[in-house]
């Protein structure tokens, strides 16, 4: 297994970065008459707008973080089974809060609570389970909190409704939501790593399997998703980031850091070469769709974006450019489940903007302020010790 630094701060960097555009692109899909390159494609178009870049990107850092973790916990000498539960646990995680958060989309009317409490609510259990509590406070006060947060979680389902008024349905997965697809990603992605100690002869192989199915997916050889998996593209793009990370060990390990810069460039490169090129036979580029030329073409720019972070922060020492987005790459979950509190309480209490800030350029500024102040608050909450740890 090659051996990596214990932490990149340049991964931290692209995280914030894309945890940064990805506030200011969800704010921004409400905002009228703006670029449409800007925003997400249509589901049926063969295309891909920039709004279409940010979850993929999101995916592959996963994959770029993963050997990190894993790698630091087998150096402190935790077991395989120890490692394997720290998997399914942070798996789970991120599962249920997708699992409710896709709920949010179907949320009846004929509920008993308005659909804005209820995910103010849900949000506030899941900080309360999640909570990265400190060391001193003592273990009946901490089980006592997150199991109020379970409690709460339990309530809020039991009393859920979904659908129209005439006939409301339970909770169900449609889908798994932003955190339950990198959820499902993570665990399959992680185990697959921890099985194969992360040798490249493994993981080369598994990349290759996860593409061919990707592919196979979207040239009709395999007719419908295989359960888990998928059609393989969210797996394929963390993956992916697991690979670069394994190059990246691999270059360390010998001492041939210059040679990154070359092989990340022309990997970015050649991958959205690729894309384009399969882009004709593999139903075009589409995010809804996940097709293969969406994963290859959205891989490429983030390899590139990483090799540029590297340069900057890690080489050039440039950390401090990015100070004020910091909080984003460090307390990423809390950044990101800051929205539903914004969003959900302006809901609630119906407050809306002027139709000044609803529009063009002048939204898209709108949703960028909202966006950074979001992370700024997450920053405060930061020295209050208050931030999700999954």
């Given at each position: 297994m090659q051996q990596l630094p214990k932490r990149l701060l340049s991964i931290d960097v692209l995280r914030a970065i894309t945890m940064l555009l990805m506030i200011f692109v969800n704010d921004a899909s409400g905002v009228k008459h703006i670029p449409a390159w800007i925003d997400h494609a249509e589901g049926n178009a063969d295309a891909m707008g920039f709004a279409d870049t940010i979850f993929p990107a999101f995916l592959f850092i996963v994959g770029l973080s993963l050997p990190?973790?894993?790698k630091n916990r087998m150096s402190k000498g935790d077991s395989f089974i120890s490692i394997l539960i720290y998997i399914l646990t942070r798996s789970a995680a991120l599962i249920i809060m997708g699992f409710f958060h896709v709920n949010l989309e179907s949320y009846s009317t004929a509920a008993m609570l308005p659909k804005a409490l209820w995910a103010i609510l849900i949000t506030i259990?899941?900080?309360?389970?999640?909570?990265?509590?400190?060391e001193t406070l003592s273990k009946v006060k901490?089980?006592?909190l997150m199991g109020l947060g379970v409690a709460l979680l339990i309530a809020m389902a039991i009393i859920y409704k979904g659908g129209d008024a005439l006939d409301p349905g339970w909770m169900h997965p449609s889908w798994w939501g932003i955190l339950g697809i990198i959820g499902w990603a993570y665990l399959i992605c992680a185990v697959v790593y921890l099985l194969a100690k992360g040798k490249l002869n493994v993981l080369v192989p598994v990349l290759v399997l996860f593409v061919a199915i990707n592919i196979a997916r979207h040239t009709?050889?395999?007719?419908?998703?295989?359960w888990l998996i998928g059609d393989a593209s969210?797996?394929?793009l963390t993956m992916g980031g697991i690979m670069i990370s394994e190059i990246y060990a691999h270059l360390v390990s010998l001492g041939k850091t210059q040679r990154i810069w070359i092989i990340f460039g022309l990997t970015g490169i050649l991958l959205i070469v690729l894309g384009l090129l399969i882009r004709p036979y593999t139903q075009g580029i589409s995010k809804i769709r996940s097709t293969p030329a969406w994963i290859f073409i959205c891989s490429g720019i983030t390899v590139l974006a990483f090799e540029l972070m590297i340069y900057l922060v890690d080489v050039r020492g440039k950390r401090n450019w990015f100070k004020i987005?910091?909080?984003?790459?460090?307390s990423t979950l809390t950044c990101y489940l800051m929205p539903y509190f914004q969003v959900?309480?302006?809901?609630?209490?119906?407050i809306n903007?002027?139709?000044?800030?609803?529009s063009g350029i002048i939204g898209l500024a709108r949703s960028m302020a909202t966006a950074f102040i979001l992370i700024a608050l997450v920053g405060l909450m930061e020295k209050k010790r208050i931030r999700l740890k999954v």
């Open positions: 990190f973790a894993i259990g899941f900080f309360l389970i999640w909570l990265d509590y400190p901490r089980y006592t009709g050889i395999i007719p419908k998703k295989i969210s797996i394929t987005i910091w909080p984003a790459g460090t959900f309480l302006l809901m609630l209490f119906h903007y002027p139709s000044v800030f609803n």
